[in-house]
């Protein structure tokens, strides 16, 4: 769509309530031009500008950090324009906030209507018309400064009118992105619709754009425009001369030779204008209070106008507008090449930017400034006809899934793909499948928690990433976190501010300062709610996946922090965690042990041990050592598993470098490990999916997570001295229930060596299960075939297989494993309390009984097949 100069003349009447004027405008500089009609009821606009740029002579801030370039502060700013706090039916919805090359900065937003300014208000109803008219701007004025925002950019280019009178607020967010016009060079609003005290240098004052809205309103009113032949400053010197004037409408009536018509207006409106047009902002009134005035009666008791809902296509009545602007991204869509179209952004080499001369004290004489760089107030117009055109072979009953089965929803030709996860993610129909989907279940939570955690399971849509990991760990806000107190000083202080500045600082969002101060409010509050625990280092990574996703939500972050940490890290965050990290990372290297016993030996050897590179890993759940992208294809999964899930990506980053762990010794692995190198995130969540899904939940057991139930009598549950001596075990532990549920669901996956003598063995013994008498193994030679077992090599090492050592001496059992995983013997186990643990008084084994077996099994889920 091409936007060019033209001019228009005043519509008439009868041309507004024809809706001609609606058939489609482009704008620039507040001019409307004849463009395409367009398919969708509402459009999207573009429009962009250029941060300020610091000063050459100032590189560090006061904490000698880099200064943070003012696009980045005006992206994090305008993030708060994005949120569902700040949607109402008088605002224009912004889309998105894109930060280009040279402190560009590009917004996206709706657009409704026509402007103000190129629509003429007929001679019928017209006072009434005005007064429906500034109700609806009072009312998004008092929307704004409930959510603490003011406009300041309030004038008739700005204020959109539909075919029925009703109105949208447009770019109302500039004056807060840009911090009140500190990060641009320009100035923001009309001087002829500013209020005097912001003139004088007023900045926060809400009811500056109530005399903006009386301005608009008197000129509507005296069918002119005010000061239009005056110079910039001649207005400025206008505006101020009304200071010492009582009643300013009537002034600038003379002033414009509209005195008659200002006193034919109607009383109600008069006195209204005259009201917001009050030079001491203390007398004029507040937006909320105008609203309540008895003049807007009529407007109140009237039903409120519908803003051109008439027309709309299937994809508006089922999907948002940022959820249509994320699938026309998918489709395609680019929005710096739109501008690149059309000329709003220009390529120029960069060597006419090289200053042309540098003197010693540091300052430089360069170029003029291009002229591309000047703002530019034009709009363009995003086209979504190849998205259209995508969506028009989908059913409308697509717009509407009905899910009967979750298995056979998922197995659909629709969600069955064996693509992966990254082009999953960028499939514009797939993820509008996964959208109309996520709406549903989304509207119905909590009680469709079960449902959702089946749909995540095969992915999460970006767009919903944030909501559905909420959803996934039980939050529901409470208004918790609006009570804990975020602003006493605490002795954490210090600590916090060293540590906001070095987190995920090459992400735009949380290197902004916006990002800081929402960070630091979510730290400071897990410490106020957790007395108990003290803040470590680290915290800070756990927190920015949750605050990034939810920028605009500090509550729903803060509530997936809350239940986060106690489900995966608990007693971590202890002023003396040592017990819980040392118990922690014994069972992971019992883990690489039980599943890469190669590698687990050769790091053994070399006494390169979990403490010296997998704390950082376990303490961040892997958020210090990844960039947010991979952390959240990461969690994905983690947050669907239990407490052990982290290990098994532990196991799976190690899979990844054993070829280079394997050839390397002790400095060798400090230095890998000190600089990870590049994982594939997609092999890793898939590794430790298979690894999770494989291994008997027994054997990941820890006495200090947090467990939901207590242990019954066939679980592990370890004393104090079981728990010393596990610590100094490397090999894991089964219990009785997971034995029981391997020989059920496994029984060609699981092999159980009895290494008791043979006498006991004959007497009792588990079927199926090998004697490999204990005195007879010489520990000395780590080969199968010196067992003198026929077929034990083959037995042991077809499909992936679970070997369970079962005997009575605990001592023995642990040095036949380490037989096993010195012979290279993967999955290998030892069964808690030994055969004493299945063995009954009456001579017989639990596991024989058949009646046992049947009313355990009942209260047994069934162990998934390990695939490689």
């Not at 405008?25 to 409307?32: A, N, R, Y």
């Not at 300041?152 to 607020?169: E, I, Q, Y």
């Not at 697509?398 to 990254?422: Q, R």
Request: aromatic share 10%.
């Amino acid at each position: 769509m091409k936007v060019t100069n033209a001019s228009t003349e005043r519509r008439t009447a009868s041309e507004y309530q024809s809706g001609s004027i609606f058939r489609g405008c482009s704008v620039e500089s507040g001019t409307v031009v004849p463009m395409a009609p367009s398919k969708l009821n509402y459009r999207i606009s573009v429009l962009t500008f250029f941060a300020k740029a610091h000063p050459n002579d100032e590189c560090c801030g006061t904490n000698g950090l880099p200064l943070t370039p003012n696009s980045i502060g005006i992206f994090g700013r305008a993030q708060l324009l994005k949120s569902d706090a700040l949607r109402h039916e008088n605002l224009c919805t912004y889309l998105d906030a894109i930060r280009g090359k040279h402190e560009r900065t590009i917004i996206v937003q709706e657009y409704v209507g026509c402007p103000l300014s190129e629509t003429f208000i007929g001679e019928n109803n017209k006072q009434e018309t005005l007064l429906r008219i500034g109700y609806q701007v009072l009312s998004a004025l008092a929307h704004l400064n409930r959510c603490g925002l003011v406009c300041r950019n309030l004038d008739p280019s700005n204020v959109m009118v539909s075919r029925d009178f009703g109105v949208k607020l447009y770019n109302y967010g500039l004056y807060h992105m840009t911090c009140g016009g500190r990060y641009v060079s320009f100035p923001i609003g009309n001087v002829r619709y500013l209020a005097p005290e912001v003139l004088l240098g007023s900045r926060e004052n809400v009811k500056s754009d109530v005399w903006s809205l009386g301005i608009m309103l008197a000129e509507l009113a005296l069918c002119c425009t005010f000061w239009e032949s005056l110079k910039l400053s001649q207005i400025i010197r206008k505006v101020l001369s009304l200071v010492n004037t009582q009643n300013v409408f009537e002034k600038i009536a003379r002033e414009h030779g509209r005195l008659e018509l200002y006193e034919s207006m109607d009383a109600g409106l008069r006195r209204m204008v005259e009201a917001f047009l009050t030079i001491s902002p203390r007398k004029r009134p507040l937006a909320k209070d105008a609203l309540e005035d008895p003049v807007f009666d009529f407007v109140r008791l009237s039903s409120t106008p519908t803003h051109d809902t008439g027309g709309l296509t299937l994809v508006e009545k089922h999907l948002t507008l940022a959820q249509l602007y994320y699938l026309w991204q998918l489709a395609g869509g680019d929005v710096q090449q739109e501008l690149k179209k059309e000329g709003l952004i220009k390529s120029e080499a960069p060597i006419l930017s090289l200053p042309n001369l540098v003197m010693l004290n540091g300052k430089s004489i360069s170029p003029p400034k291009s002229q591309s760089f000047l703002h530019d107030n034009r709009i363009i117009f995003l086209n979504f006809n190849t998205l259209l055109e995508r969506l028009s072979a989908i059913p409308e009953e697509d717009y509407l899934p009905l899910i009967y089965s979750t298995d056979a929803y998922l197995e659909s030709p629709i969600f069955k793909t064996d693509l992966p996860l990254v082009i999953r993610e960028r499939d514009m129909l797939y993820q509008f499948h996964r959208i109309v989907l996520l709406n549903t279940l989304l509207q119905g939570y909590p009680y469709t928690h079960d449902l959702l955690r089946s749909f995540a399971a095969k992915d999460i849509p970006p767009l919903f990433r944030g909501q559905v990991w909420a959803c996934l760990l039980g939050v529901v806000e409470n208004g918790m976190y609006e009570r804990l107190d975020k602003c006493s000083p605490t002795h954490t202080d210090r600590q916090i501010e060293v540590d906001i500045p070095r987190c995920h600082q090459y992400n735009e969002l949380l290197s902004a300062p916006e990002g800081h101060s929402k960070l630091k409010r979510l730290l400071k509050a897990w410490v106020s709610a957790h007395p108990q625990y003290v803040y470590w280092q680290g915290l800070d990574s756990l927190t920015a996946p949750f605050l990034y996703l939810n920028f605009n939500n500090e509550e729903r972050a803060f509530l997936s922090l809350y239940k986060f940490i106690p489900k995966y890290l608990h007693l971590f965050f202890l002023k003396d965690n040592s017990s819980i990290i040392k118990e922690y990372l014994v069972k992971f290297f019992q883990l690489i042990f039980f599943h890469e016993p190669a590698l687990a030996k050769h790091l053994h050897g070399i006494n390169f041990i979990p403490e010296l590179y997998a704390i950082p890993w376990f303490l961040t759940m892997f958020s210090h050592v990844f960039p947010l992208h991979k952390i959240f294809h990461l969690w994905d999964k983690l947050i669907l598993g239990d407490n052990s899930y982290p290990l098994f990506i532990g196991i799976a980053i190690l899979k990844q470098l054993k070829s280079t762990l394997l050839k390397s010794g002790f400095n060798e692995c400090i230095l890998l490990f000190s600089d990870l190198p590049d994982i594939v995130i997609e092999s890793c969540v898939n590794d430790s999916e298979s690894m999770y899904q494989f291994t008997p939940k027994s054997i990941t057991y820890r006495k200090y997570a947090l467990h939901d139930e207590g242990p019954e009598e066939f679980d592990l549950n370890y004393t104090e001295t079981d728990l010393c001596e596990v610590q100094a075990e490397l090999h894991p532990r089964i219990s009785v229930y997971d034995l029981i549920r391997l020989l059920r669901d496994r029984p060609a996956s699981t092999a159980i060596l009895d290494i008791r003598s043979s006498l006991d063995y004959r007497k009792a013994a588990i079927e199926n299960s090998i004697n490999v008498p204990f005195s007879s193994v010489s520990l000395k030679e780590p080969r199968l075939d010196a067992l003198n077992v026929p077929r034990l090599e083959a037995y042991l090492r077809r499909q992936p297989t679970i070997t369970v050592i079962v005997s009575v001496s605990h001592e023995n059992a642990m040095l036949f494993a380490k037989f096993l995983v010195d012979s290279d013997v993967p999955y290998v186990t030892v069964l808690h309390r030994g055969f004493e643990a299945i063995y009954r008084t009456d001579d017989k084994l639990m596991l024989q009984t058949f009646d046992y077996i049947n009313t355990l099994a009942k209260h047994l889920t069934p162990i998934t097949s390990f695939v490689e």
